[in-house]
């Protein structure tokens, strides 16, 4: 799982698997999520700006991500 740092309250769900490198861009984490393909906590999620925080997990092609805050 890879573990993604952030500096602010959460992290937007598109934003997230771009900083991961889970996509290779805003256009395609647009795409693949509105097409259903991204679960956030195990559930599909079709919101672009879903509000992640340490603790939430996101999966895309079988990987996943969380964010962290920042010691």
């Known amino acids: 799982m890879k573990t993604i740092t952030i ?3 959460y992290v937007k769900l598109q934003d ?3 900083l991961a490198n ?3 861009s805003g256009g ?3 795409e693949r999520i509105q097409g259903g393909e991204v679960l956030v906590n195990g ?3 079709t919101q672009r700006g879903k509000k992640l925080r340490p603790g ?3 999966r ?3 990987e996943d991500c969380t964010p962290s ?3």
């Open 7 to 9: 500096t602010t309250e």
């Open 43 to 45: 559930e599909i999620c």
């Open 69 to 71: 805050y920042a010691d």
């Open 16 to 18: 997230l698997l771009k």
């Open 60 to 62: 895309i092609d079988g």
């Open 56 to 58: 939430d997990v996101a």
């Open 28 to 30: 395609e984490a647009k």
């Open 22 to 24: 889970l996509v290779s």
